[in-house]
């Protein structure tokens, strides 16, 4: 499955920078708002030691690991939600994206200008917020005025439809995200076709210097007491210190750097990590002598559909999935060890795939 994460924030934050870190691509970072004018797209890898586990063990001829698009958005300013700083054309990419790393400034530094003049994290994230619920106050105005005239006529989906989006309006106009709105599933499920852009789940990181990358600093602590009460979580990464990491040739020295930093994970591979949780996601794997290949599913997943991920007509003629916990798979060291100590399970169509399941799928079309 296609997953994209839209990396936002005000211009000269550590966006771009932050970008180039996670796809050693080279977007342009320079010193001033508007450097980013065109989305750049890069694809990043999971970090995941089983894959490396199941490779060693399987020996395959090829390795395919789990990815994410990552788009760098331009930096958005005061005013997006109604075309400023080619606020619109920001926005959209916004929409097209499964979930939001909203980078917030939380570092000094006299040489990198702020757009509004001073660091203010608490402030910052505000003006994102605000162009976001802007821009969703503005779609769905247009919807309202939509099923207002159809529940007149006395349709009663359209009337409930109604009653819906008038909550979300007033929580809006509150200065609140849709996405920490308190309704059911169902109704939920009403202006999901919608898009929002603040109903999208959000990562934000705090970009610190490298002095306040282990413990945070006074920004981040400001910015953490922001966000109570919000389904979102905060990620504590320097951007500087990553663009540093990125420029070392192996993982030898990439270990070394980090452990004088008293770091144990770059803030890259948190991030990706965190992003992937985010969305709420599990891997599975297929292991033969061609290929060990990662598969992403949403947690939930039953088994004819996590086999359609690999080809809609395995989830048509879905006929059993073959499970191996990857444990016992570590543990045992073959798939036929797996199944001589009766580690291997048949499951049908209602299985619930697991994280870490490896799994060989039978089907017949």
Partial sequence: MSL????????????STLFNSLTNAKAQAANFPFCTIEPNVGMITVPDE???????????????PNTIEIVDIAGLVKGASKGEGLGNQFLGNIRET??????????????????????????????IDSELQLKDLETLEKSIHKVEKIGKSGDKEAKKCYDIFMICKEHLEQGKSIRTINLSKEDKELYAGLFFLTNKPT?????????????GNEYVE??????????????????AIEADIAELDNSVDKKAFLDDLG????????????????????TFFTAGEKEVRAWTIRRGTKAPQAAGVIHTDFEKGFIKAEIIKFKDYESLGSELSCKEAGKLAMEGKEYVMEDGDVVHFRFNV
């Fill in 4 to 15: 994209k994460c839209g990396i936002v924030g005000l211009p000269n934050v550590g966006k």
């Fill in 50 to 64: 089983r894959l490396t586990v199941l490779q060693d063990l399987v020996k395959p001829e090829k390795l395919v």
């Fill in 98 to 127: 499964d979930a939001i790393i909203h980078v917030v400034r939380c570092f000094d530094d006299a040489n990198v200008v702020h757009v509004d003049g001073s660091i203010d994290p608490v402030r910052d994230k505000e003006i």
């Fill in 203 to 215: 990562l934000y990181v705090a970009n610190v210097d490298e002095a306040s990358a282990t413990e």
């Fill in 222 to 239: 400001k910015l953490r007491q922001a966000i109570q009460g919000e389904d979102a979580d905060l990620l504590i990464v320097s951007a």
């Fill in 263 to 282: 770091l144990e994970q770059s803030g890259l591979d948190r991030l990706i990590t965190a992003s992937y949780q985010l969305l709420t996601l599990e």
